[in-house]
Nanobody, 125 residues
Framework: VQLQASGGGLVQAGDSLRLSCAGSGRPFSDYALGWFRQAPGKEREFVGAITASGGNWETADSVADRFTVSKDNAKKTSYLQMNSLKPEDTAVYYC???????????????????WGRGTLVTVSS
């Protein structure tokens, strides 16, 4: 599995941005996807996840009212739609593949088998 996140950039507070995660090397519908971020000087944290089919998804409480996750298996791409961005959303964003048969570990970085290179999102105030 190879993953590549893209779509980051410099935006102003209140703007929206959509990140993409393109997958290759294995049928995209075979695995769930997770989104994580790492802000400067902080540990990487869970942002959201979506099931292999794309039928169920969730986001962290800290972004639940602003971010959504989607997955288009035909396009082999997952999306992280980010609205009402805040300076504290500034981070490198990563997508990762979750191949486990159970869902309960989805918020744990250790449960993800493949990671893409991150994409930097900078939100100015």
């Amino acid at each position: 599995v190879q993953l590549q996140a893209s779509g980051g950039g410099l935006v102003q507070a209140g703007d929206s941005l959509r990140l993409s995660c393109a997958g290759s090397g294995r049928p995209f519908s075979d695995y769930a996807l997770g989104w994580f971020r790492q802000a400067p000087g902080k540990e990487r944290e869970f942002v959201g996840a979506i099931t292999a089919s794309g039928g169920n998804w969730e986001t962290a409480d800290s972004v639940a009212d602003r971010f959504t996750v989607s997955k288009d298996n035909a396009k082999k791409t997952s999306y992280l739609q980010m609205n009402s961005l805040k300076p504290e959303d500034t981070a490198v964003y990563y997508c990762a593949a979750y191949l486990r048969s159970t869902w309960y570990e989805r918020k744990s970085q250790a449960a993800y088998d493949y990671w893409g290179r991150g994409t930097l999102v900078t939100v100015s105030s």
